[in-house]
């Protein structure tokens, strides 16, 4: 493993880039709101007698209808402006959180109501998200993507770790409808920054149908050996973990501690994103999937502490050690995918990423309630624990994994 640091007269900045600084000011913007509204939004279905299974049905809801419609959302954000896409969805998210809140506050919410709109608010967050995720490609010149993808989730982890401790703060003092508010505020600023960009708003007629852009991207994916066998690993990932983080982290925790630890909790993990952000910007292994896999592995650490601690501390320990962990992986991760994936091409194989890897999430959601009520909620936090990290080990013995290496312009020599 090689590891450099370029001088730091040399070292890329991709914020002196006006169309870069925009582009991070409206995903940091929308990721404060989104660490708010999952502690609000887990309350809210508490304090209308939600048990831990309609919990998991309303969390199901948003992701499945979040899957249902990222295909469509790759396939568009490679044929029309990403732009457009990204000003367009962060409007239209900002009413539909916004009629969310005020169904809370004006206590007429109902859980089949907070599902249906939660629903409408993943399927407007799944044809944001491929286009979003495509656009550093775009802003930032090669020579900067490596640093540019590290600043962005940098800062995207940084509104989110003040984002869940906001949450929990404010759900304690005024309530889930207030807080879930404050995420619609943060998709009007989205929308404003993402305005200000000056990026091509046209892109070159495409003679093909959806559907053969469809299969032109799922061929990207397939030639990469490397990239479907990750993006299975995900898969498996979010199937255990989905459940143990947004049903049984707000009981176990929440209410067994209490409900502004568990926000605390979720700002530890965002935390160790936070930190591991920064630890990527020095940190340059020349094989980085295999170095990455690693890391993924501490995941486990944060199950394992909600199963074996009734005390705060030891959570916190192991919900910023999952952060820090997750985080490394998922730099490595973007910077693989950045590099190897034409841009032509990027919107469409982020859409693959996404809808592989979350694909089981709302199956996870939706058993997880029954599951952890048959077999008890420590027991199935540890089986989440053997399987995330289990699986990540698994994943060094992959050669497509193990050989992938990170390009010489990005900073290793």
Known sequence: MTVTAEPPAKRPAPLRHRNFRRLVTGTASSSLGNAITPVALAFAVLDLGGTATQLGLVEAVFAACQVLTTLAGGVLGDR???KVMMEGTAAISAVVIGALAATVILDVATIPS???MGGLAGIVAALNQPSAMAMTKVVVPDEDLGAAVSVRSLLQTTAATIGYALGGVLVAAVGPGW???IDAVTFVIAAIAYSGMRVPHEREPRKASMLADLGEGFREVVRHSWLWFLILQALLYHLFWSGAHSVLGPIVVGEGIGRASWGFALAALMAGFFVGGLFCLR????RLLAVGVYFLAMTGL????MAVSDTL???LLGAFLHGFGLQVFDVFWQIAIQQEIPEEKLSRVYSFDIVGSFVARPVGLALVGPVAVAVGFDTWLL???AVISGSALLSISFAGVRRLERAPEQGVV
């Open 283 to 286: 940190f340059r292994p020349r």
């Open 313 to 315: 501390w030891p959570i």
């Open 179 to 181: 807080a879930i508010t």
């Open 302 to 305: 944060f199950p394992i502490s």
């Open 114 to 116: 907070i599902a249906v």
């Open 80 to 82: 029309v402006s990403r």
């Open 383 to 385: 089986v989440v624990a």
